[in-house]
């Protein structure tokens, strides 16, 4: 007999009750901070309670550091009570105070007193932000909302989701009952724990990670579309490569999974099967040794020789920390008859920043990050390194890489057939580039074209091509009844003939889009901005690429330049519909981007075509989902 999805959750829940508790993290540390921060705003104790909230909120950002979107709401709670204390204390105050208020009215009359300049537009935004806060009123009661994980244990256990369009109160309130649902559950099973709804909250999350591990066993989605991941690449891999494309194709997502292949000798391929916060945590410890075998750099148009591979920089006498922000180096040592790099320096170069009144300015040699990296390679030939470049082709490639753009070559490495090495010009060391040291760039080309690049840097590369995947596992295709795969593509198509195919929109934009609220967010933060930029504020061709839809709205030249001769009919004005306009969350709105009168492929378009009654499929799992999400 099949069991039901009630059967299997509690069956499950109740064989791993130890392991879930084991695991329960609610961050009680931060609930208890805010408790006091709010007995001392209650108490009107002007003097501490806003530092208390800041301590809080501070904590809590530096624990969950990986989860960078919402530290920054976090900040922003932080940033209002920086800007306008007392508007932040009466809303705490809606949010805290004793009394008989319903949950929905606390939230509401909270986002409602909230300074504007931090107020959200997004429902999902303003709940998951107020229920943070409400832990300090009482964690156990009152546990932290993500929409995400609600939303995958609804659907699996046929529970009703709220409503659309539903505001943050009412939403928080139906996720409640539903956690005192499972508790009933519970009790009638016998079993021990969960007893609070924080409790069930955290098995709520636990639950739905489960899930996700007895689903796929595999990996989280890999922003690099299937065919590009070079699944039967084999040993050895390129010395030089470049990974290139549109913005938000998973380039420096990728540069993660690649440069742990190459530190372990495997093929990209098998390390793409692998669960991705195993390879983020390996990739993390290969950074983070004192010796550490994989850098990574970001170029931009300030980027100099001088920062990569070594120049003359300040220092003040007498001062451990120099200029640049680090500490004074220990004399140069030559690791390797190879490696290329000078013996000690001499005692009258070494006490030259001693010399002086303390405070002075004195200026020494600095190596620049591709020379210390060089010279670990050089002293360790059985392991490999690699220098991460990211926007390589923001930086002056001639004038970062000077007469080093002939070393890197295969055949130039040290111990190579062709072997070659140059004589620093500030140094005057000796210099080579060992072979086990591999360059991985990231290259954006709606930054700039491949075909603009330095000739001398095209052909010593090799070149991986990485364009937006509609199909891709991670873009939802149902979202309230917006396929969000063929929204991706119209406007693509649309952009290529617009621009061009250099400036496409990627997939990564649309990853673990599954509702309204996160499409909306999507494109206000993400795509719209992204289309401003590409088409230099060319409002109608921005709202081509729309299809027309009403998020960029035309109005007429003011009656009285028309009049005066000043402007004529020609002449409007556009603008973005204001955050809060509905039409952000109408699936509809969203459909007319791609529901033309024929489809991507030349084919007839049926408007009337069946969608699917899954409007909460979950999205790829980030991997640093805690117990407080």
Known sequence: MTKSPWDKFLDTLEEENETIKQEKDYNLDFAKALAQARKALLQDDQENWANLVIEAIRYKRDKDAMQQHWSEKLKEIEQGINSHRDAMQ??????????????????????????????????????????????????????????????????????????????????????????????????????????????????????????????????????????????????????????????????????????????????????????????????????????????????????????????????????????????????????????????????????????????????????????????????????RYVLVIDEINRGNIARIFGELI?????????????????????????????????????????????????????????????????????????????DCSRLLKAMNRRIAVLLDREHQIGHTYFLGVNDMDALAEAFQHGVLPLLQEYFYEDWEKISAALNNNGFVKRDAAPDELLKSGLADENQAIYNLLSHDDKRWTDPATYQAIYKTTTTETGEPNDDNAEESDDNSAAGPNDGNATGDE
């Open 406 to 482: 002939t070393l890197i070559e295969d055949s130039k490495r040290t111990g190579a057939h062709d072997a070659a090495w140059v004589t620093l010009p500030g140094s005057k060391d000796r210099f080579s580039v060992p072979p086990n040291l591999y360059l991985l760039g990231t290259m954006n080309t709606a930054d700039r074209s491949i075909a603009l690049l330095d000739t001398a840097l095209r052909r010593r590369f090799k070149f991986i091509e990485m364009m937006p995947n509609p199909s891709h596992e991670g873009v939802n295709k149902n979202v309230d009844g917006v």
């Open 90 to 383: 009466d809303a705490l105050r809606e949010l805290w105070s004793e009394d008989d208020r319903r949950l929905r009215d606390r939230i509401h009359a909270f986002n409602n007193r909230l300074p504007e300049n931090i107020r959200d537009p997004l429902v999902g935004v303003r709940l998951r932000r107020a229920s943070y806060l409400m832990m300090g009123l009482d964690p156990q009661e009152y546990p932290p909302y993500h929409k995400g994980r609600f939303y995958d244990m609804y659907k699996f256990l046929n529970y009703k989701r709220e409503k659309t369009g539903d505001d943050a109160g009412t939403r928080y309130e139906h996720a409640i009952v539903f956690l005192k649902h499972i508790l009933k559950e519970v009790q009638q099973r016998g079993i021990d724990y969960p007893a609070t709804p924080v409790d069930a909250q955290s098995v709520v999350f636990w639950y739905t990670r489960y899930l996700e591990k007895q689903k796929n066993r595999k990996p989280a989605p890999s922003p690099m579309p299937p065919d590009q991941a070079e699944p039967n690449q084999k040993m050895p891999h390129p010395l030089n490569t470049i990974l290139y494309g549109p913005p938000g194709t998973g380039k420096t997502w990728h540069t993660v999974t690649r440069a742990v292949a190459i530190i372990e000798g495997k093929d990209v391929g098998e390390v793409e099967k692998e669960k991705r916060d195993e390879v983020k945590r390996r990739f993390e410890e290969y950074r983070d040794q004192d010796a550490a075998r994989i850098e990574m750099v970001t170029f931009h148009q300030n980027t100099t020789y001088e920062d990569f591979i070594e120049g003359i920089r300040p220092v003040l006498n007498n001062d451990p920390a120099s200029a640049n922000g680090q500490a004074t180096p220990e004399p140069q040592r030559s690791v390797s008859a190879d490696a290329g790099v000078r013996t000690d320096i001499n005692d009258d170069e070494q006490s030259s920043s001693e010399d002086g009144k303390p405070g002075e300015v004195q200026y020494e040699m600095r190596e620049g990050v591709f020379r210390r990296i060089a010279k670990r390679a050089a002293a360790n030939r059985e392991q």
